[in-house]
């Protein structure tokens, strides 16, 4: 059974650092591409931040430069650091496969940006 588990979110000011990590269970994690996506309140869910089987990443427009996706196949974990957080960051966060496995998603861990 495909399991997710996102942490690491928090209250933050502006020009701050978080960095959020997902732990992957269930599925054969070293072969999927997997992703940092979030979502703000009444807004949809898009993704931040992709990072292929191969490693290979990709970013928004918005959080480059700024965000660094990554993984670990042994520990079947993937982390976002963020830095330089701005107030439009402010979302939950979720990873997941890209594309979708499936319709399962985790709960999320909130990111708030705010002075």
């Known amino acids: 059974q495909v399991q997710l588990v996102e942490s690491g979110g928090g209250l933050v000011q502006p020009g701050g650092s978080l960095t959020l990590s997902c732990a992957a269970s269930?599925?054969?994690?070293?072969?999927?591409?997997m992703a940092w996506f979030r979502q703000a309140p009444g807004k949809s869910r898009d993704i931040v931040a992709r990072?292929?089987?191969?490693?290979?990443?990709d970013y928004a427009d918005s959080v480059k430069g700024r965000f660094t996706i990554s993984r670990d196949n042994v520990k079947n974990t993937v982390v976002l650091q963020m830095n330089m957080l701005k107030v439009e960051d402010s979302a939950v966060y979720y990873c997941?496969?890209?594309?979708?496995?499936?319709?399962?998603w985790g709960q999320g861990t909130q990111v708030t940006v705010s002075s």
């Open positions: 997941n496969s890209d594309p979708l496995m499936n319709t399962y």
């Open positions: 269930g599925f054969s994690f070293s072969h999927y591409d």
């Open positions: 990072i292929g089987s191969n490693g290979l990443r």
